[in-house]
Structures are given as structure tokens and as C-alpha cells.
């Protein structure tokens, strides 16, 4: 494992395999009565969010509050960023308080590598999304995901995902989760293929590993899981589709459409989910569908990853014997 965990690019075979395994490890603490491990008590982790978010900030501080770590949330809102202070000016004062890692999440790509690399700061640094570029820890929940669904807890240890067919439909233009995903996914094996209208594809697209297609329809027939985007409003600055109506028919999952799935095949969201635009609630509320699972997921995987960059060599879960065992 490298120091940082900036890209889901960054990151090898062998480095996601382990998160993913360490990751299972981690899930069977989430069945104890106590769902504690002392790994990294004494340390100091702060939440460093210059851009609103509510699954991975609290994700994050529950995987860190489990692991019995310190946790300092920063907000850019109400903070001395809203007034003007830099980047470098709050990863010094961090840097001063002796913190031991940062995840930071912000608008603008490529904050976290410049944190990393500058000497502002000597503390491990996780990159929770940033702008349109990358979104690791979201990329291996949904790779956890896949593996669980796909392969079986236990059978999956040790595997990648060779093989395995992924389809991501709509807004790939905007969607740092895309990216990571179709980074990882293809270091894990996996054929990937993304489909959107042509507008919402980036300039460059073709020297990306994976397929690209404009028909939804000719590609859920050959999937193994289906991951929906939403439509990124918010990021957008002109008309990229003609009407939602339109996106809908042409890009979103209804149930006709999930029937042309394989039986085994799963439909998975990032979140948060525009229900009626990118996939109706009937899908969105099917067995088929792990959204919730991806949630639970992602707080088992960002405990891999902290554990696996603070953590040291001991043993991710210690297993107290039983009477019969002694």
C-alpha cells in the first residue's frame, strides 16, 4: 500500500484485493454486540469537507469512531475558509494540531494530490471526492459490492472480479465515480462499458479501458451489474439532454428494461438517487437493487483503508478463543 490514497489509478491488484479482504474483515465487526476495534486509538483523523456531502462524511466518522480513532470535523462553511483562508493556510494549521490524517473532500481536482505532495502537511491523506476527477473509497465499496454479490463473502476472498461484466449508464461527463470506477474495475479484471448520450461523455473518452455505447438496451442483456449515475445539475453550466423526459426513456432503468437482465445480475447507485429520472423507485426498491448494501459497505471499506494506511502490522480483527478452543 502507498502512503495516500489519492486515485483509485493509484492503486495495484494485489493493494485493492487486500482492501477488499480487509474490508470483509472489518464487515464481521459490524455483526458484534460492541462493534469496536481499539486499531487506532490514540490517533487523530480530521474530516476536511469544503463541499457538502452526507453518505461519505458520515461514513467516514463511522468507520473512524469504530476503529476508536480521534475524529475533528471541518466544515468550509462557518469555518475561516468562508473568510478567505487558503488550502495551505488550513493544512498548516492541521499540521500544527498534529493530526495523522486528512480526508478531504473538495470542489476543485486535484486538491487532495496538492495536499499530499506540498509538504503543507505529514499526515496521511484519503481523497473523498474531488471535483469531477476521482472517488476511490466510493470505486472499492462498489467493487466490494459487486464481489459479494457476485462471487459470495467467503468464496470471494483472494478474487478479483475477471470477467465480470459492469455496464455505467448517464452522466459520465460529470462523475468522478465513474472514473474511479472504470480505473479500479479494470485493475480487478472486469470489462467495462459506459453508456450515455454523447454530450454527457468527456473529450478523451476513447483512450479510457472500457467500451463505450449509446444503447442501453442492446447492453443489459450481457451485464452483470448495472450501476446507474445521477444527473449532476449542479455541475452542469448549458442543455446537455433535451428534456428529462427524454434522459428518461433513452437512459433511466424501469422494470421492462431490469427484465432484460441476467437473473444473477444487480443494479447498483452511487447515490444520492433521483428516483422517476435516472431509475424508477419500482427498481430502485427491488431485491436486485444494493444500494443500501453499498451504504453498509463503504463504512467496512473505509475501515480497510484507514486501518491498512494508520494501522500498522497487527492483525485487522484479534479473535478471543473460547473456552472450548483453550
Known sequence: M????????????????????????????????????????????????????????????????????????FSAKGSS?????????????????GVDA????????????????????????????????????????????????????DAGLGQDLDGRRITVVGDVLHSRVARSNVDL??????????????????????TWPCEVSYDLDATLPKSDAVMMLRVQRERMNAAFFPTEREYSR????????????????IVMHPGPMVRGMEITAEVADSERCTVVEQVANGVSIRMAVLYLLLGGNEPAVTHTRTTEEK
Open 2 to 73: 502507498q502512503r495516500h490514497l489519492i486515485s483509485a489509478a493509484d492503486l495495484t491488484r494485489d493493494d485493492a484485493v487486500l482492501i477488499l479482504d480487509t474490508a470483509e474483515e472489518m464487515a464481521r465487526v459490524a455483526d458484534r454486540p460492541i462493534k469496536k476495534l481499539p486499531t487506532l486509538r490514540g490517533r487523530t483523523v480530521v474530516n476536511l469537507f469544503f463541499e457538502d456531502s452526507t453518505r461519505t462524511r458520515i461514513s467516514f466518522e463511522a468507520a473512524e469512531k469504530r476503529l476508536s480513532a480521534d475524529v475533528i470535523n
Open 81 to 97: 475558509v468562508s473568510k478567505g483562508e487558503s488550502l495551505k493556510d488550513t493544512a498548516q494549521t492541521l499540521e500544527a494540531m
Open 102 to 153: 486528512v480526508v478531504i473532500r473538495h470542489s476543485a481536482s486535484g486538491a487532495p494530490y496538492r495536499l499530499a505532495t506540498s509538504g503543507w502537511i505529514d499526515a496521511v491523506v484519503i481523497n473523498a471526492g474531488d471535483g469531477t476527477h476521482q472517488h476511490p473509497t466510493q470505486a472499492l465499496l462498489d467493487a466490494f459490492t459487486m464481489r459479494r454479490r457476485l462471487i459470495g463473502r
Open 185 to 206: 474495475l479494470h485493475t480487478l479484471g472486469a470489462e467495462v462499458t459506459l453508456v450515455a448520450p454523447p454530450t454527457l461523455l468527456p473529450v478523451g473518452v476513447e
Open 250 to 265: 433513452r437512459y433511466g432503468l424501469d422494470a421492462d428494461r431490469m427484465a432484460k437482465m441476467p437473473e444473477h445480475a
